[in-house]
């Protein structure tokens, strides 16, 4: 067969020139040929400017590949500009030529935020009435005998709860693992009780909880006897609690529904020499209906807020009376107090003097009435509205909480679900409940190199009592050093306002509560750590330093 005849030279027509492609473009578009040629001519662009202008469309902000111009962070800084979860617990410690917060982020909200100014060292610290949901002790001492316990030891520890028995420890324990007495106690101090006891559905917190217990099973969501026979039940425990809490054997105890927590407190804690109930955070209608009930309550925070703006209003008034008698002038309209919401008493009086009272628009009753309350108003849902009730004004407000139809939510996830009652002490229709708490071992940055840091972390409802039972057996097992990050419920954090006036003398005594003695000494103190709580307690040769 023959080859094939030689084809000869390409034709041109398969390389066009520039000028054909001009051509070719879309009408109305202008360049210039010169510019398109060039441009034709050079290169692509590759790098990081290329891959600024142009983004893969199908790229996700997860998966987008990051700047190249950006630098590369340290892998034990990463996590601070992050979520605090997601870095491992000893990238929390201590490194160098910084102290133990250069690696916490600015959240609030997370257990590592907290302020920059520590307390002075005491041989102990305030008591927090904030419910913690986590609490992480680091040492450089192990934690392995708070774990893996036998089942002799775990039913000491709940025989030694249901009978309050106290336990005493030396100063310092040489071998922790070996101390059956520090292994109970530590059992001990797991356990408070609960009421309702749904297994499957998580009970606190009930605020914004919604998420948590969606998809759950709630089989009295659409059946009203059985919200019924839940009510009735919740209705016993927590007449049982508060009958408890007047002959002074429960110290305290808390109702958490999705709206607010109540707290009460028995005579003798918190500086008071009578029950006190705090309530947190509130609204103007429930504020309301307190008062149609005759319920007589106070707002501390409130009033503490309008004393010292009234206080600062006084001094600066007296430094501007001062300045115009240096002056020579001012004199006269310094001493005419400026006008307040409060004065309007609703009179329109001046309106007929001027002679146009029916010429001007009078507003009615109610908007009146708002507009007296609009401070009152804006406090809503915030640490400010905290609501306290003092005395036998307790027990109308135990008749208020049982009748009351919002407590218990009408519609959505938690629809017909009976508040949460949190108690460290035995109470009728009351479930034994333990945190959980588990150890854990790693390696920390510090200057020179690394060290061993060893964690324990605590998971629940943690109780004041049980924080301050915590502390009590970490101190001699953990040769006085160790360091807790604390994560509170943040509604709960108003709980530590002032419970009692500051000249109100105490003379109660609470000897069978079922609390340790020097746990309840330090709950009878006044609190002092107004709508803050403790973020981070340090031990450091058996004394406390805190930051809130």
């Known amino acids: 067969m023959a080859a094939p005849a030689d084809p000869g030279p390409e034709p041109g027509f398969k390389k066009p020139p520039a000028l054909l492609r001009l051509k070719r473009k879309r009408p109305g578009r202008r360049s210039d040929p010169a510019a398109t040629v060039e441009a ?10 290329a891959a600024a202008r142009r983004r893969n469309p199908f790229s996700s902000l997860d998966n987008a590949p990051q700047r190249a111009a950006a630098a590369p962070q340290s892998p034990a800084a990463a996590p601070a500009g992050g979520d605090p979860s997601a870095a491992p617990f000893w990238q929390v410690g201590p490194s160098p030529g910084t102290g133990v917060l250069s690696s916490q982020p600015s959240d609030l909200h997370s257990p590592l935020a907290v302020p920059k100014v520590p307390s002075s060292p005491r041989q102990e610290f305030p008591a927090d009435w904030s419910i913690k949901t986590r609490v992480l002790f680091m040492s450089s001492q192990p934690f392995t005998w708070a774990e893996h316990l036998k089942a002799q030891e775990e039913a000491q520890g709940f025989a ?3 009978r ?3 336990t005493t420890l030396p100063q310092s324990v040489q071998e922790p693992q070996l101390c059956t007495e520090l292994r109970c106690a530590f059992q001990q101090s797991l356990v408070y009780w609960l009421h309702p006891s749904l297994p499957w559905l998580p009970l606190f917190p009930r605020i914004g909880a919604d998420r948590k217990i969606a998809g759950k099973a709630c089989p009295w969501a659409q059946d009203e006897a059985l919200q019924q026979v839940l009510r009735s039940d919740w209705s016993v425990s927590f007449t049982s609690l508060y009958n408890l809490l007047r002959a002074r054997l429960c110290p305290y105890f808390y109702v958490c529904s999705p709206q607010f927590s109540v707290l009460f407190r028995a005579a003798g804690l918190a500086g008071s020499s ?7 955070p509130t609204t103007r209608g429930l504020r309301e209906a307190m008062r149609s009930e005759g319920i007589e309550f106070s707002l501390p925070l409130l009033e503490e807020s309008r004393t010292r703006k009234q206080k600062n209003s006084e001094e600066s008034l007296g430094t501007e009376i001062a300045d115009g008698l240096g002056g020579g002038s001012g004199v006269e309209d310094a001493g005419e107090p400026a006008p307040s919401d409060d004065d309007d008493d609703g009179s329109f009086s001046w309106l007929e003097e001027m002679g146009v009272q029916d010429e001007v628009k009078k507003p009615d009753t109610i908007s009146i009435q708002l ?6 108003v804006q406090v809503d849902h915030r640490p400010e509205s905290l609501v306290l009730v003092r005395g036998s004004n307790t027990f109308t407000l135990l008749n208020f909480l049982i009748s009351c139809r919002s407590l218990v939510a009408v519609a959505g996830p938690q629809a017909g679900l009976p508040p949460t009652l949190l108690s460290p002490v035995a109470f009728r229709g009351g479930t034994m409940q333990t945190l959980k708490a588990r150890s854990i071992s790693g390696r920390a940055r510090v200057q020179g190199g690394f060290e061993d840091v060893f964690s324990l972390e605590v998971l629940g409802p943690i109780l ?4 301050h039972a915590l502390t009590l057996l970490l101190g001699p097992a953990q040769r006085g050093a160790f360091r807790a990050l604390l994560s509170p419920h943040e509604p709960s954090a108003a709980f530590n306002t002032r419970a009692a006036p500051p000249q109100e003398a105490v003379h109660q005594d609470l000897p069978a509560c079922g609390l340790h003695p020097k746990t309840l000494e330090q709950l009878s103190q006044c609190p002092t750590l107004g709508k803050s709580s403790i973020r981070l307690l ?3 040769d058996y004394a406390y330093t805190w930051k809130a």
């Open 40 to 49: 034709a001519a050079a290169p692509a662009p590759r790098g990081p400017s």
């Open 538 to 540: 340090e031990m450091k």
């Open 160 to 162: 030694q709860h249901c």
């Open 464 to 467: 004041p009592h049980a924080l």
């Open 274 to 280: 009578v029950p006190t109930a705090a309530i947190a």
């Open 164 to 166: 309050a028995t106290e």
């Open 371 to 376: 507009r007296k309350e609009k401070h009152e």
